[in-house]
């Protein structure tokens, strides 16, 4: 069965570069969602997305923005990137909202030098 | 405030122990939902289990068995006859509309 596609699956940039993440949710599944995980950590959330619309923010940084897209991907975009910025970024998608069973990409890790 | 603990930072067990992972939550929430996922070292986030706040039945898959009780809110998760591919760490969450809070995770490390 098809899964949750993230790219690229590492990713390393300098510091004040910028990064874009992509995310592919399973085919139908309307709602997006991404986290972060920095090392030790517990995946933190950041934002999501309903039907193309921003649905949910979390801890995401104002130097981050993220958009869904009419084909239902979205992508995560991080500018003037930092060195804490280093971590596991998922991807997860799920079928209608309140929560529903969300399922998880393999992850991208970003690692800033 | 939604806050789930794992006051279980790491286990170790010796292969065919069972193993009992424990998760607290909080939540002012009558509707709300609970999971498990497995986290192997190559780093995915694997589901294990959903549970919705009005079904407290306990549930069995294979070697893997959940208590939810609403009366200590808590959520445990317990291997029977745990094996070295057991060896992860696992997160309890709690979930609600859009947000899903993780536990800080429990590290597991089953020896041969």
């Known amino acids: 069965a098809a899964g949750v596609i993230q790219s690229p699956r590492h990713l390393i940039k300098e510091k004040r570069e910028t990064a874009t993440l992509k995310c592919y949710p399973i085919?139908?599944?309307?709602?997006v969602y991404w986290y972060q995980q920095g090392p030790g950590q517990d995946p933190q959330f950041l934002i999501s997305f309903y039907e193309k619309m921003q649905s949910d923010k979390g801890s995401i940084p104002d130097r981050f923005s993220a958009q869904q897209f009419s084909d239902y991907h979205s992508e995560l975009n991080m500018s003037s990137l930092e060195l804490g910025d280093s971590a596991l970024y998922f991807c997860?998608?799920?079928?209608?909202?309140?929560?529903?069973?969300?399922?998880f990409g393999e992850g991208s890790r970003l690692t800033v030098l | 405030a939604q806050k789930v603990t794992q006051a279980q930072t790491e286990i170790s067990v010796v292969e065919k122990e069972d193993v009992t992972l424990d998760c607290v939550y909080e939540?002012?929430?009558?509707?709300?939902?609970l999971f498990w996922y497995k986290q192997p070292p190559s780093g995915e986030l694997v589901f294990l289990i959903r549970?919705?706040?009005?079904?407290?039945q306990n549930e069995i898959s294979g070697r893997y068995s959940w208590n939810f009780q609403k009366s200590t809110s808590s959520f445990n998760f317990t291997i029977t006859a745990s094996q070295v591919v057991d060896s992860a760490v696992y997160f309890c969450?709690?979930?609600?509309?859009?947000?899903?809070?993780f536990g800080a995770g429990t590290r597991l490390t089953v020896k041969p």
């Open positions: 997860a998608s799920s079928l209608g909202q309140p929560t529903g069973e969300l399922f």
């Open positions: 549970r919705n706040s009005f079904d407290e």
């Open positions: 939540t002012r929430d009558t509707t709300y939902y």
């Open positions: 085919p139908r599944h309307d709602t």
């Open positions: 969450a709690l979930g609600r509309n859009n947000d899903m809070r």
